[in-house]
């Protein structure tokens, strides 16, 4: 399963999206360290269903024709100026982001707290200073690792006579660098790596770093910002969002009031309300129109498929009707890689299946594909193995 991390300073409202996105529990409260251990859930990725263009709605796996896919959604605790350096809960953070394969920065648009997370007044801080700081955390929480190796890894490579990007690759490989990541941050460097200063050592991190992580903005408290904020996360295409709303939406409809899916634009209300209720969900109302919904599962879409790269593939085994082998219409929605092919697809699903592939078939046109057939979004595919 795809692994997200949600990351920021305190009080940015991060514990606040992830019970918005996961309905977990989730301690939240507005002071400093809320979070101390990672909270793990599951969120989703909302895509339209096939099942409508293919003529087999309902498929029974979908809401009204919107389907969830499963992602996993880590809430790192929040971090503090200097954390590279042990400061707060300093790299225990740090290391909690190795799981994640992307990062949702989730920062205070509305500028109310300061670079430690305490209160201060609406407006008081540039949202975009809080930008440049987690990635100047995670790039210097990189180059202490490797500054505190670098003069034995350069030996080793000189006296092992080894492949430089290979080696390093192999003492990163626990933070998720591959040597592909490494190799062409090494190219970009502009000088040696067995030249490299304390400065070009750094930047080394900052480019390896821009490989390894995948960053989408998530302006928060979007609710109560400033619009001057709000355009200049907008400008760096940042996602303007309210955790705050996301999750009185959701516990609403989970409580009977409203009719709501994550994403929707707009809500119905379903079941009798008091003044205050009504006030507040008039008050979401009109800011879903203005933004076009709350922005959360937004935010999640958009790490997804546009800063992951990933696309929507539907595995069956009966290519006429759809589905599996107990009759269930399009049972599983799987997320792929842009480029996965079909040999690909068929390891995805189960080793032994890949193993002893034979062909697939494309089963909205019923033809057979080849192994290197690069999957396209929404593509249904059977699988013939002998397995």
């Given at each position: 399963?795809?692994?997200?991390?949600?990351?920021?300073?305190?009080?940015?409202?991060?514990?606040?999206f992830?019970?918005?996105?996961?309905?977990?529990?989730?301690e939240?409260?507005?002071?400093?360290?809320?979070?101390?251990?990672p909270?793990?859930?599951?969120a989703?990725?909302?895509?339209d269903c096939?099942?409508?263009?293919?003529?087999?709605y309902?498929?029974?796996?979908?809401?009204d024709?919107?389907?969830?896919?499963?992602?996993?959604?880590i809430?790192?605790?929040?971090?503090?100026?200097?954390a590279?350096?042990?400061r707060?809960?300093?790299?225990?953070?740090?290391?909690?982001?190795?799981?994640?394969?992307?990062?949702?920065?989730v920062?205070?648009?509305?500028?109310?707290?300061?670079?430690?997370?305490?209160?201060?007044?609406?407006?008081?801080r540039?949202?975009?200073?809080d930008v440049r700081?987690?990635e100047n955390?995670?790039?210097?929480?990189?180059?202490?690792?490797?500054?505190?190796n670098?003069?034995?890894?350069?030996?080793?490579?000189?006296?092992?006579?080894?492949?430089?990007?290979?080696?390093?690759?192999?003492?990163?490989?626990?933070?998720?660098?591959?040597?592909?990541?490494?190799?062409?941050?090494?190219?970009?460097a502009?000088?040696?790596?067995?030249?490299?200063?304390?400065?070009?050592?750094?930047?080394?991190?900052?480019?390896?770093?821009?490989?390894?992580?995948r960053?989408?903005?998530?302006?928060?408290?979007?609710?109560?910002?400033?619009?001057?904020?709000?355009?200049?996360?907008?400008?760096?295409?940042?996602?303007?969002?309210?955790?705050?709303?996301?999750?009185?939406?959701?516990?609403?409809?989970?409580?009977?009031?409203i009719?709501?899916?994550?994403?929707?634009?707009?809500?119905?209300?379903?079941?009798?309300l008091?003044?205050?209720?009504?006030?507040?969900?008039?008050?979401?109302?009109?800011?879903?129109k203005?933004?076009?919904?709350?922005?959360?599962?937004?935010?999640?879409?958009?790490?997804?498929?546009?800063k992951?790269?990933?696309?929507?593939?539907?595995?069956v085994?009966d290519e006429?009707?759809?589905?599996?082998?107990?009759?269930?219409?399009?049972?599983?929605?799987?997320?792929?890689?842009?480029?996965?092919?079909?040999?690909?697809?068929?390891y995805?699903?189960?080793?032994?299946?890949?193993?002893?592939?034979?062909?697939?078939?494309?089963?909205r046109?019923?033809?057979r594909?080849?192994?290197?057939?690069?999957?396209?979004?929404?593509?249904?595919?059977?699988?013939?193995?002998?397995?």
């Open positions: 399963m795809i692994e997200i991390g949600l990351a920021g300073k305190p009080n940015a409202g991060k514990s606040t992830f019970k918005a996105a996961t309905m977990a529990d989730a939240i409260a507005n002071y400093p360290f809320t979070t101390i251990e909270n793990v859930g599951v989703h990725v909302r895509v096939v099942c409508k263009e293919l003529n087999v309902p498929c029974g796996n979908c809401v024709g919107v389907r969830f896919i499963p992602v996993k959604l809430d790192i605790a929040g971090l503090v100026p200097d590279h350096k042990g707060g809960l300093g790299n225990e953070f740090l290391d909690d982001l190795r799981q994640a394969d992307a990062i949702i920065h920062v205070d648009a509305s500028g109310s707290t300061d670079e430690e997370g305490n209160e201060i007044g609406v407006g008081q540039d949202p975009l200073d700081f987690l955390e995670l790039v210097m929480w990189l180059f202490g690792i490797l500054k505190k670098w003069d034995k890894i350069v030996r080793r490579i000189q006296m092992e006579k080894r492949d430089p990007a290979r080696y390093i690759a192999e003492q990163l490989a626990g933070l998720g660098f591959d040597e592909v990541m490494v190799r062409e941050s090494l190219r970009d502009g000088k040696q790596y067995s030249e490299f200063d304390d400065d070009a050592l750094k930047g080394f991190a900052e480019r390896l770093m821009e490989r390894r992580f960053i989408l903005i998530a302006g928060n408290k979007a609710d109560k910002a400033p619009e001057e904020n709000l355009k200049k996360l907008k400008e760096i295409g940042a996602v303007t969002c309210s955790a705050i709303f996301e999750l009185t939406l959701r516990t609403a409809s989970k409580n009977g009031f009719k709501y899916l994550p994403g929707d634009e707009d809500f119905e209300i379903v079941k009798e008091n003044e205050k209720q009504r006030k507040a969900l008039e008050m979401i109302r009109e800011f879903m203005k933004n076009g919904g709350t922005g959360i599962q937004e935010a999640i879409n958009r790490i997804v498929f546009e992951l790269g990933y696309i929507v593939v539907y595995p085994e006429n009707k759809f589905t599996d082998s107990k009759g269930n219409v399009l049972p599983d929605a799987m997320l792929v890689k842009k480029g996965t092919t079909a040999r690909e697809l068929a995805k699903i189960h080793t032994e299946i890949g193993e002893k592939y034979i062909y697939a078939i494309d089963a046109k019923k033809i594909i080849s192994e290197d057939y690069e999957l396209k979004n929404n593509d249904v595919i059977k699988i013939v193995s002998s397995a």
